[in-house]
T-cell receptor
Framework: NAGVMQNPRHLVRRRGQEARLRCSPVKGHSHVYWYRQLPEEGLKFMVY????????ESGMPKERFSAEFPKEGPSILRIQQVVRGDSAAYFC???????????????FGPGTRLTVL | SQQGEEDPQALSIQEGENATMNCSYKTSINNLQWYRQNSGRGLVHLILIRSNEREKHSGRLRVTLDTSKKSSSLLITASRAADTASYFC???????????FGDGTTLTVKP
């Protein structure tokens, strides 16, 4: 998992504020995945992006959540009007190729722990 | 049950003993991966086993995959206190890029 950077590592927001989580993939990786982890649970897939494209957002809540992976710069997961239930650890992973091909792995960042007061 | 479900949920052993964790899944997969997560930390990738492989070793880790039973096991031999962590299996489904995780097995190795 060396190389995937996420910031901030900890983020505290009040209800109704916006949260922006950043993910810089391993250099050269063009595939980014976001996952959410609630306490005592496993990671739940949210969204899969390639540069400038959303490939699969089947795990993303329909409202308040959005993600982007621009041509330049990090991937951003944005949560608008946060609620207490959004409190969780958000992990980003990157891969060189689509891991559905079966030959590559996803490298995870250290996560951003969001606390909504 | 969900894809990538581990059992047991919690396992407590003495240092030096072996620890075995199991994972079951439902759909066809391209590969299955095991990760470790220390409390409050990120995930560390342990082993990737492809759907056409049956067994794989890495140091003290041994992973098996039985696609006919849709199950995998992770064996940690000669466990150490530093192995205390949560262990997750994750499946990558055919034609999809996302990983599907179970809720993990929490392993405690007592010194």
């Amino acid at each position: 998992n060396a190389g995937v950077m996420q910031n901030p590592r900890h983020l505290v927001r009040r209800r109704g504020q916006e949260a922006r989580l950043r993910c810089s993939p391993v250099k050269g990786h063009s595939h980014v995945y976001w996952y959410r982890q609630l306490p005592e649970e496993g990671l739940k897939f949210m969204v899969y992006l390639q540069k400038e494209n959303i490939i699969d957002e089947s795990g993303m809540p329909k409202e308040r959540f959005s993600a982007e992976f621009p041509k330049e710069g990090p991937s951003i997961l944005r949560i608008q009007q946060v609620v207490r239930g959004d409190s969780a650890a958000y992990f980003c992973a990157s891969s060189l190729v689509n891991t559905g091909a079966g030959t590559d792995t996803q490298y995870f960042g250290p996560g951003t722990r969001l606390t909504v007061l | 049950s969900q894809q990538g479900e581990e059992d047991p949920q919690a396992l407590s052993i003495q240092e030096g003993e072996n620890a075995t964790m199991n994972c079951s899944y439902k759909t066809s997969i391209n590969n299955l991966q095991w990760y470790r997560q220390n409390s409050g930390r990120g995930l560390v990738h342990l082993i990737l086993i492809r759907s056409n492989e049956r067994e794989k070793h890495s140091g003290r880790l041994r992973v098996t995959l039985d696609t006919s039973k849709k199950s995998s096991s992770l064996l940690i031999t000669a466990s150490r206190a530093a192995d205390t962590a949560s262990y997750f299996c994750a499946t990558v489904n055919t034609n999809a890029g996302k990983s599907t995780f179970g809720d993990g097995t929490t392993l405690t190795v007592k010194p």
